[in-house]
């Protein structure tokens, strides 16, 4: 990101983008070394700060943006990495992981994230009905 982007960004934005890219790499490098469970476990909503409160929609956008800079953080990295940044915010969120079956014969998994009945991350309603539900993942 150039300096002048920053600017026009404004400075909450480009701290919370610097916030969110080192929640994602740190995600994504968990995900190298133990499974997606475990590092769900471990993601808690606490209580609502007081004061300045970030939208769900906002965390969902910078989850996105930073995410296409760190190399294949993916849909569950991407899932995992809101999830997280979301209960900071006291705010609670579901992954849900569902399978398909390609044209090809493969089976493809993704994970999106679902907040308050709507999906903030991982792709629109029509295109998340092909995914048969598998798991729901809920911090606790």
């Not at 890219?21 to 190298?32: F, W």
């Not at 070394?33 to 700060?49: F, L, N, S």
């Amino acid at each position: 990101m150039n300096v002048r982007r920053a600017f026009v960004l404004g400075s909450r934005h480009f701290a919370l983008l610097c916030k969110t890219l080192a929640v994602v790499v740190t995600m994504r490098l968990a995900l190298l070394v133990t499974k997606h469970r475990h590092i769900a476990q471990h993601i808690t909503v606490k209580p609502a700060p007081s004061g300045y409160v970030r939208e769900a929609s906002t965390l969902a956008w910078a989850v996105r943006n930073t995410a296409r800079i760190v190399p294949f953080a993916h849909c569950l990295t991407q899932a995992l990495s809101l999830q997280y940044l979301l209960g900071q915010q006291g705010m609670t969120s579901t992954i849900r992981v569902g399978v398909q079956m390609a044209r090809n014969g493969t089976l493809d998994s993704h994970a999106w994230l679902i907040h308050d009945g709507t999906v903030l991350l991982g792709g629109s309603e029509n295109e998340l009905a092909a995914f048969t539900k598998m798991v729901d993942l809920t911090p606790s």
